[in-house]
């Protein structure tokens, strides 16, 4: 099966800095990558996804790079704010198949 | 009810005891799933189900079983609990006919003693 792995497990930034969230795996066939962003004591939340045809999408301060060829995936998240403290979680799937595997986890604290 | 509701919140339950988690959904997604989450392991898939009728088995099936007789609900039951099971359980959907973007529930938050 896939093995979705996620690093670093915390990040400490300062406010308005960038951070980055690194995931890989192992699945080749794997072509459907979300991110999460769970706050305390609630669910899960998608921010971005991203699938295998395209290499980078943007929504506003967040973006998520594919590398299809290296297997892993990344979230930018630029000039964070305080209440982008959370835990992000990456993920990947293949399309039509329902079976998601998540990565451990990182969390996430700004620093005012 | 909007989007994916879940109960209880929350349950300390002794072992050896049935217990069912109950998900409720109304965006008439056609896929639900089961988690598990657990700190410093993510959140790990227990069942699902693509369809009313049909279930399939996650990465972390024993212990647990599923039903799905309508596509609003699937509930969750343990038929004997065992302490290895406490953990924060979340009850997921998705329209897996358009993009299969998930949808959390507020999660369960079991105890098993």
């Known amino acids: 099966g896939e093995n979705v792995e996620q690093h670093p497990s915390t990040l400490s930034v300062q406010e308005g800095d960038s951070a980055v969230i690194k995931c890989t795996y192992s699945d080749s066939a794997s072509n459907y990558f979300p991110w999460y962003k769970q706050e305390l004591g609630k669910g899960p939340q998608l921010i971005i996804d991203?699938?295998?045809?395209?290499g980078e999408k943007k929504d506003q301060r967040i973006a998520v790079t594919l590398n299809k060829t290296a297997k892993h995936f990344s979230l930018h998240i630029t000039e964070t704010q305080p209440e982008d403290s959370a835990v992000y979680f990456c993920a990947a799937n293949l399309y039509n198949f329902n079976k998601f595997y998540f990565g451990s986890g990182t969390k996430l604290n700004v620093k005012p | 009810i909007a989007g994916i509701t879940q109960a209880p919140t929350s349950q300390i339950l002794a072992a050896g005891r049935r217990m069912t988690l109950r998900c409720t959904q109304d965006?008439?997604?056609?896929?639900m799933y089961w988690y598990r989450q657990d700190l410093g392991l993510g959140l790990r898939l227990i069942h699902y189900?693509?369809?009313?009728?049909?279930?399939g088995k996650g990465e972390v099936p024993d212990g647990y079983s599923v039903s799905r007789a309508n596509t609003d609900d699937f509930p969750l039951t343990l038929a004997s609990a065992v302490p290895s099971q406490t953990s924060v359980y979340f009850c997921?959907?998705?329209?897996?006919?358009?993009?299969?973007?998930?949808?959390f529930g507020p999660g369960t938050r079991l105890t098993v003693l």
């Open positions: 965006m008439r997604h056609n896929a």
């Open positions: 991203i699938r295998s045809n395209v």
């Open positions: 189900s693509n369809t009313a009728g049909t279930t």
């Open positions: 997921a959907s998705s329209d897996s006919t358009v993009n299969n973007e998930q949808f």
